[in-house]
């Protein structure tokens, strides 16, 4: 199994920024694709950003310019750094990975437990 832990989530005031990690355990034999999604209340999940094995990397056009993702291979760990933060930028944040537990297993979907980041204006 395989565990994702984020960290790194807060109060912050507008204009202000903050870096978020993302820690994968566990049994892993690859990981693949990674990336953040956020949830404001009321509001679905929705993609920020995410960056292949090689390093390839998408966001959403609310964040182009402002966020960073970034992963360290050998630490099997995610980046999201967030600058000039807005208060529509407000959400749970949460980091996902699809990776391989063993040579022997499909690819699975993980999730983490969730980060809160609150954007004062």
């Known amino acids: 199994q395989v565990q994702l832990v984020e960290s790194g989530g807060g109060l912050v005031q507008a204009g202000g920024s903050l870096t978020l990690s993302c820690a994968a355990s566990?049994?892993?034999?690859?990981?693949?694709?990674m990336g953040w999604y956020r949830q404001a209340p009321g509001k679905q999940r929705d993609l920020v950003a995410t960056?292949?094995?090689?390093?390839?990397?998408n966001y959403a056009d609310s964040v182009k310019g402002r966020f960073t993702i970034s992963r360290d291979n050998a630490k099997n760990t995610q980046y999201l750094q967030m600058n000039s933060l807005k208060p529509e930028d407000t959400a749970v944040y949460y980091c996902?990975?699809?990776?391989?537990?063993?040579?022997?297993?499909?690819?699975?979907?993980?999730w983490g437990q969730g980060t809160q980041v609150t954007v004062s204006s």
């Open positions: 996902h990975a699809v990776a391989q537990p063993s040579l022997r297993t499909t690819w699975f979907d993980y």
């Open positions: 566990g049994s892993i034999f690859s990981i693949d694709a």
């Open positions: 960056i292949t094995s090689d390093g390839s990397t």
